[in-house]
């Protein structure tokens, strides 16, 4: 399965920015999906998930500002962040993982669930 991330971009804080991830995986519609972010000297952070069912996982520190979708059709996922401030400039990584049976959300939350990842696209948001 490969993942290609574009969307990532110079924004003002206050501004919103789409990313979006197109997959390869044939079975795209059965796949979680997540956004993950990172910044130089920190740990990747989870950001958003989305079920095959399309249940969806937000981190705190971006609910209510973010909102994941996907569309199988096009078999991309889509990640719309608004209201964004100097805190989530970082680079966000799309990833995907099979379906599979799951014991508990923090499933969804941990990036050692998944299987795929794309490269990076960058956000910066400037104050």
């Known amino acids: 399965v490969q993942l290609q991330a574009f969307g990532g971009g110079l924004v003002q804080a206050g501004g919103s920015l789409r990313l979006s991830c197109a997959a390869s995986a044939r079975t795209f519609s059965t796949y979680t999906l997540g956004w993950f972010r990172q910044t130089p000297g920190k740990e990747r952070e989870f950001v958003a998930a989305i079920s095959g069912r399309r249940l969806t996982y937000y981190a705190d520190s971006v609910n209510g500002r973010f909102t994941i979708s996907r569309d199988n059709d096009k078999n991309t996922v889509y990640l719309q962040m608004n209201s964004l401030n100097p805190e989530d400039t970082a680079a966000y990584y799309c990833?995907?993982?099979?379906?599979?049976?799951?014991?508990?959300?923090?499933?969804?939350?941990?990036?050692?669930?998944?299987?795929?990842w794309g490269q990076g696209t960058l956000v910066t948001v400037s104050s």
């Open positions: 990833a995907a993982a099979p379906n599979r049976i799951i014991y508990s959300d923090t499933y969804f939350y941990t990036a050692r669930s998944y299987d795929y």
